[in-house]
């Protein structure tokens, strides 16, 4: 069955480092990948959609980039500020109706 | 625009009653989603709809029902409510499609006691 993990629970980085979150998915090569930002109490927010013929895709701060030899997409976030602390969920489409959602990794910028 | 708006944000319950939690969107998506959220195990999917009058099975169905009677809502029935059913409740939608992004509602949480 197709899984997707993200490696950490948690990151701890000093305001202004460059923030790195891993994904890793098995057994089933997505077209697309999805990063969402949730926050505490809240629902998850969209952030960015990679294609897999996209080997980079970057919005403001956010870079995301996608290695289907590896079967991993990395997530970055770059001159990271307190207002970045989130958790931050990848996911791929199982079906073409169906998402799964990585369990998250809690990211904490201290300042 | 609202975008999804869950009913109520929280409510607790005690074992074997049941409830309905409501979910509507203002987007015109075809797709709608029930997820929950437990601690360490991330967003699991309950049920999912591809449009008016249809609905399927997620990862973990057993314990809950829905229906979709209007395109523009999704409820979560909950039959007779056990203590491994407190969690947190998401409902999303989504044009339809397999690139298409989800819009989540903020949630209900879900207390059984």
């Known amino acids: 069955s197709q899984k997707i993990e993200q490696n950490s629970e948690a990151l701890n980085i000093q305001e202004g480092k460059t923030a790195t979150l891993t994904c890793n998915y098995t057994n089933y090569s997505p077209a697309y990948l999805q990063w969402y930002r949730q926050d505490p109490g809240r629902g998850p927010v969209f952030l960015l959609l990679i294609r897999e013929n996209e080997k980079e895709k970057r919005k403001e701060r956010l870079k995301v980039t996608f290695d289907t030899t590896l079967k991993q997409s990395l997530f970055h976030i770059t001159a990271s500020q307190p207002a970045d602390s989130a958790t931050y969920l990848c996911?791929?489409?199982?079906?073409?109706?169906?998402?799964?959602f990585g369990s998250g990794t809690r990211l904490s910028i201290r300042p | 625009n609202a975008g999804v708006t869950q009913t109520p944000k929280f409510r607790v319950l005690k074992t074997g009653q049941s409830m309905t939690l409501l979910c509507a969107q203002d987007m015109n998506h075809e797709y709608m989603y029930w997820y929950r959220q437990d601690p360490g195990m991330g967003l699991r999917l309950i049920h999912y709809?591809?449009?008016?009058?249809?609905?399927a099975k997620g990862e973990v169905p057993d314990g809950y029902n829905v229906s979709r009677l209007k395109k523009q809502n999704f409820l979560l029935g909950l039959e007779s409510a056990a203590p491994s059913q407190t969690s947190v409740y998401f409902c999303?939608?989504?044009?339809?499609?397999?690139?298409?992004?989800?819009?989540f509602g903020d949630g209900t949480r879900l207390s059984i006691l």
């Open positions: 996911a791929q489409y199982s079906s073409a109706s169906k998402i799964i």
């Open positions: 999303a939608s989504s044009r339809q499609g397999s690139n298409q992004p989800q819009h």
């Open positions: 709809s591809v449009g008016e009058g249809t609905t």
